[in-house]
């Protein structure tokens, strides 16, 4: 089937390569020298979808000039059509603990985290929770998301069951932890390894479906666990590896403590076969340049989590230093410790972060971070990102007078950069007035 939206259309492109400047010069010059991408605005524009692949896209009036059959038009002018956000990493069990009051991270881990996933163990409630966050996702123009569950293989079935019910490409895995966590949260080398091989099994590439081996974080795995995770990273070199890295400094210090002979905290998932292609590591917040350089040869990849980590007090993402060193970097909501599910309020806090350290952040290189740099961080950029004929049609539609409020500012702005950078300070899932995953409007419970 062919259809057409009508709208304006906003998208990125890929640059080619990035710069190589590198040092403080660079650090303390605007972000948008170190841009790796281009962005393409149709003020009435056209998106031509057939079966449920992007088929064209570009200015209305070139493309229905053309010869050829007529077809249907959704008519949407008056806002603005862009490519489906991705999240990077995010937690679908903490659903329920988003805006809990107070603690960093290992004391919120105890208090709220680990007791609210104690009742995956019921996989009723497992089902139903994973409906109500892919919906929630959606409402808030997400299409693709990177998931953990936990440590129950039961929260992956979940969640992957519901992802495709609803047609969206989604990556999970269950939790592997066998230390430093309550009893009913453990499973041991051995269960990591077998309950992970079968879940790739089961769902690694059925449909949209992506599996993810997930070790909570190296705090929580034993040199036997991150062995046996490593063995499963060689064993299924397309999968993901997806974890946390550096995110708190009493954490990265317990590291050390329980890791000596590693150099850092990545060199201890280094040394287990775990920085490779599709390792997707949330925050990174306290690396070095050597950490970097590793992470960039080995084809590794940075979820910028901004609401958790001024949540939690965690510290702030260096994005310029990330991009000097060649990493691919996307957005990440990372609730329950993030405080949103909406990338545009995520992209709104990630702005403000970079403006902490004299990095200033457009409003494209927000669309860019939620979209085609998420998917490039995921390596589905051959997939999903952008409107690139071919790619799969999940796209969202802006309405930039979602709120009384924001349609005042946005009925002043000049540009289309003035009018995103207005609707990601303003905007929440408000402003979403619908949602397309593979070319369907997405049905929302």
Known sequence: MREAYRASIVHCRAAGSKPSAKGSDFLAANIQAAEPFLLEYFEDGLLVIEDGLV?????????????????????????????????????FS???????????????????????????????????????????LLLNGTTTAMVFGTVHPQSADAIFAAAEARGMRLIAG??????????????????AYTDSKALIE?????????????????????????????????????????THLAENKAEVEEIARLFPDSRSYLDVYDQFGLVRQRSVFAHCLHMDDQDRQCMAAKGGAAAFCPTSNLFLGSGLFDLLSMWAADIRVGLGTDVGGGTSLSLLKTASEAYKVLHLQDQAMPPTTAL??????????LQLDDKIGNFESGKEADFVVLDPAG????????????????????????GDDRHVAATYVAGSKAKIK
């Open 55 to 91: 088929a064209d896209v570009g200015d209305a009036e070139d493309l229905l000039s053309q010869p050829g059959d007529a077809i249907p038009i959704t008519d949407y002018r008056g806002k603005i059509i862009a490519p489906g956000f991705i999240d990077c990493h995010v937690h």
């Open 202 to 242: 089961r769902w690694h590439g059925k449909g949209r479906l992506g599996y993810a081996i997930t070790p909570r974080f190296a705090l929580t795995s034993s040199k036997e666990q991150l062995a046996a995770a490593g063995k499963l990273a060689a064993e299924y070199p397309d999968v993901w590896v997806h």
């Open 403 to 426: 709120t009384s409020l924001s349609k005042r500012r946005t009925d002043l702005a000049s540009s289309i950069e003035e009018m995103l950078f207005a609707i990601t300070m303003l």
């Open 368 to 377: 860019y971070l939620a979209t085609l740099g998420a998917a490039e961080a």
């Open 94 to 136: 903490q659903l329920d603990i988003i805006a809990s009051y107070g603690e960093q991270l290992l004391d919120w881990l105890h208090r709220y985290a680990f007791p609210v996933e104690e009742k995956f163990a019921d996989l009723t409630h497992a089902r139903e929770v994973a409906g109500a966050f892919l919906d929630e």
């Open 174 to 191: 269950k939790v592997l932890m066998d230390r430093h966590c309550p009893d009913s949260l453990r499973d041991d080398p051995i269960s």
